[in-house]
């Protein structure tokens, strides 16, 4: 009989992120392709994990269509080289995406139908720009469901500014500088390289190179410098470049396995699944999403934003990351939020981007055994927030360090 288990996040891995775009890296790679580059960079690390027992294998696109089409978990499990046996489904949350093809695959082994599974996304904003290829149903405005500004997101970024006024650009201005700088600082201290699986990539002119750092970085990146930028979202806006996620790139996978996988296969998992939760608000402001998300996956796992020691937040705007720590009463610049920057600098693919903040909590727990709890919260397009807290195994009881 299959029983209830513990779900943990044994390993995750990524592609570097590129920008999108005809200047980008990427340009002319498929996006399957980048999911396939993280899948055997991942299989590879995870030798010892027999491929042919692997449940099922999901991947999120938000644009599901094209090279982002045709069930992306079946055809990247076939394109990797996993056993034909080996099934696969696609999965669709917007930035969720990633994030739910963890959720859908740990609920699979927490009820004990699956031992291993695969869950990750990609996102190709430069072949499928944001929004491309969406038909929205008229009645959405016709009926005044939601305001037409609803479905770009830089626009309500601007609103959660007017809902707020106390959190002012001045601050989002600061939280995109430090994103920058600390991202910075993490590359030079080899934080991030370890989990980036490097693609071979071809230029506009037909020569091979390799991609192994994400692109779009801006380490020189002064207040002074984005106070002058541009408000693309709204004339005299609030929200600039420098503090919004820029268009990338990327594919994002991870193994999740049960507590019997990891005794069979003699795994060491690199976290334990404590809760999740989604939660819906008004489209209009979506980037509020995370609150509600992450107030209702505390419940379920009785902890208080307290017990958080790291978080990986997503940085989809800055203003809509500081709307969430303002909330809760956490500093801008909290030593315990995005220690190594995030995708204001790393970049949001889409639908990748949930797993990039697993791999990135990952690492930073091995470091840190005073540390046991961390969340990984996103916001979602449409008005969705997601949060998945875990566990730290590292973790020795010690005293939180000051
Ligand atoms: C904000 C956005 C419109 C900017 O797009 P873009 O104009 O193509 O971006 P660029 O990289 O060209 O930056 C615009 C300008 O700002 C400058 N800039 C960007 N970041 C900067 C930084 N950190 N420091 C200094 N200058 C910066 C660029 O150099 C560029 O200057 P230029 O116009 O003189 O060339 C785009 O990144 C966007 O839509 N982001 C949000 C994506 C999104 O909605 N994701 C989903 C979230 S839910």
């Not at 996040?9 to 200047?23: H, I, L, Q, S, Y």
């Not at 027999?50 to 045709?70: E, H, M, N, Y």
Request: with cysteine.
């Amino acid at each position: 009989m299959a029983e209830m288990t513990d779900v943990f996040f044994v390993d995750g891995m990524r592609t570097p992120f590129g920008r999108a775009g005809e200047k980008g890296m990427y340009w002319n790679t498929r996006a399957d392709d980048l999911v396939v580059k993280a899948i055997i960079g991942l299989m590879e690390r995870n030798g010892d994990v027999p491929k042919d027992r692997i449940d099922d294998v999901a991947i999120a696109a938000t644009s599901q269509t094209g090279d982002q089409g045709l069930t992306l978990g079946r055809t990247a499990a076939i394109l990797a080289g996993l056993p034909m046996t080996v099934p696969g489904l696609a999965i669709e949350r917007m930035c969720a995406g990633a994030m739910t093809s963890v959720t859908t695959m740990g609920a699979s082994i927490g009820v004990g139908m699956y031992d291993l599974a695969l869950a990750g996304g990609v996102e190709h904003m430069g072949r499928h720009p944001i929004g491309g290829n969406v038909d929205p149903n008229p009645r959405f405005v016709a009926e005044k469901l939601v305001d037409p500004g609803a479905l770009n997101m830089g626009v309500t970024a601007e609103r959660i500014h007017d809902r707020f006024p106390h959190l002012t650009k001045e601050r989002a201005d600061r939280f995109g500088v430090a994103s920058q700088h600390k991202v910075q600082a993490a590359y030079d201290a080899s934080k991030i390289q370890p989990d980036l699986v490097p693609v071979a990539v071809k230029n506009a002119e037909g020569a091979w190179g390799l991609a192994t750092e994400d692109e779009g970085r801006r380490p020189e990146t002064t207040l002074e410098g984005l106070a002058t930028l541009k408000t693309p979202f709204r004339p005299h806006g609030r929200v600039t470049a420098g503090t919004s996620s820029p268009l990338t790139d990327g594919a994002t996978i991870s193994l999740l396995a049960g507590g019997d996988a990891v005794k069979e296969f003699g795994l060491a998992p690199k976290m334990r699944m404590v809760s999740f939760a989604f939660a819906g608000v008004e489209p209009e402001i979506m980037g509020i999403g995370p609150i509600p998300s992450t107030e209702k996956a505390l419940k379920k796992a009785g902890l208080t934003i307290d017990d958080i020691g790291l978080f990986e937040l997503n940085e989809a705007f800055a203003i809509q990351v500081i709307s969430l720590l303002d909330h809760f009463g956490i500093a801008d610049d909290d030593p315990r939020v995005n220690p190594w920057g995030g995708a204001i600098a790393l970049g949001h693919p889409l639908a990748a981007s949930g797993v990039r903040l697993m791999i990135q909590l990952a690492a930073q727990f091995a470091e840190r055994p005073d540390v046991r709890y961390g969340l990984t919260a996103m916001c979602v397009g449409l008005g969705q927030g997601g949060s998945v807290i875990w566990e730290n195994p590292f973790f020795d009881g010690k005293k939180k360090r000051k």
